[in-house]
């Protein structure tokens, strides 16, 4: 298939929306419009492409897109996806549709489906959009920073009351299965200690511990912060205050570490990705490919080998927070 035989491809958010995803859509749209590609858009991810919900993107329609958060698609969780009869209705949508190709921008679920999809015989490129950053081919997943921002900017504006009364905050921060948020933030917030739930640690020297000599050294605040995957922030705090007697808060940032405007970082890596998808799908080539980014550029690999192997914690990082922390 040469080039000049694609004619039109679809873009779909799904899963978990990251901040930056409609940078990738907007690219996607603007760079197969630029070389006469038209583009469909499918609302609520997998559902849509299964109950037909599909709208046309223009060049205009993805003006003023960069600096929203979200995704102007939607995004959802499809169960039909998993099942036989919600992957062949799903590819037949697109056969229906003339789509060529698919750009899915999402995590590694949403690339599963996209891998049914391409054993129907459809060009599928995805691109790693969570703000869990743990797609482990891929160095950087779309959402991750503008989400690592949006926790920290809370937890500083808690630390000025939790000072202010002498308190010991303990924040949980999202990741059931990664911690690679909760790692970054608490670094960037200066954290007492971080609870992962890669590593588990003894509680009474990682926790108790640290703040039994921070206090002893006229430290009369403590921030500790958990992966919601590692243990309930509640249970923490019942068991900071009974063995420091220091009054202990519990603060759950929850879905606002999904909002906000994307940072710069989301917005230019978006774009490469999205652009770099549309050119691998415009090349007509059938590819089942995932773009990513290695080494401060974006490439691709095969997207099973790709999804294969599972993402550790940074080592260095996490010895970095243990030497901060002590
Ligand atoms: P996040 O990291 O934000 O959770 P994700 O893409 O991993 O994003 P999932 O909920 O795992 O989110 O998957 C999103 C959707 O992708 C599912 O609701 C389903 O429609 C589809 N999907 C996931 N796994 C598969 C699979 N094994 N086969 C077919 N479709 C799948």
């Known amino acids: 298939m040469t080039q000049k035989q694609v004619k039109r491809i ?35 991810g997998y559902s849509g492409l299964i109950s037909g919900d599909l709208v046309e993107l223009t060049r205009r329609s993805v003006d003023g897109l960069l600096n929203r958060g979200g995704t102007m698609l939607y995004t959802a969780r499809c169960m039909e996806m998993f099942t036989e009869e919600g992957q062949e209705k799903a590819a037949l949508t697109c056969r229906h549709m003339g789509l060529q190709g698919l ?12 891998l049914a999809l391409s054993q129907r015989g459809l060009a599928v490129v995805g691109i790693p959009a969570t703000i869990d950053n743990d797609i ?39 990741g059931r299965e990664a911690g690679h948020l909760a790692l970054n933030v608490g670094v960037g917030v200066g954290a007492t200690c971080i609870l992962l739930p890669e590593r588990h640690v003894d509680f009474e020297h990682a926790v108790i511990e640290p703040i039994r000599m921070g206090r002893l050294s006229g430290r009369n605040h403590h921030l500790i912060i958990v992966a919601e995957g590692h243990s309930s922030a509640q249970d923490v705090a019942v068991k900071v205050q009974e063995s420091t007697g220091m009054d202990a808060r519990v603060t759950i940032l929850g879905h606002i570490q999904r909002g906000g405007q994307p ?47 599972k993402k550790d914690l940074s080592q260095s990082l996490f010895e970095a927070a243990l030497a901060v922390t002590k």
């Open 10 to 44: 679809g873009v779909l958010t799904s899963g978990g929306d990251a901040p930056g995803m409609n940078a990738v859509i907007r690219a996607v749209v603007r760079t197969a419009s630029s070389q006469g590609v038209s583009v469909l858009g499918i609302r609520r």
């Open 103 to 114: 750009a899915v921008i999402g995590g590694d679920g949403s690339f599963r489906g996209a």
């Open 263 to 309: 940072s710069a970082q989301d917005r230019v890596i978006g774009t490469q990705m999205g652009c770099h998808a549309a050119n691998l799908l415009l090349a007509g080539k059938k590819p089942t490919r995932l773009v990513i980014s290695k080494d401060g550029d974006v490439v691709d690999c095969d997207m099973e080998e790709g999804l294969a192997q």
């Open 136 to 174: 482990c081919c891929t160095d950087y997943s779309i959402g991750f920073d503008t989400a690592c921002n949006t926790a920290i900017d809370a937890i500083d504006k808690l630390r000025d009351t939790m000072q202010s009364h002498e308190r010991c905050s303990v924040v949980e921060v999202m």
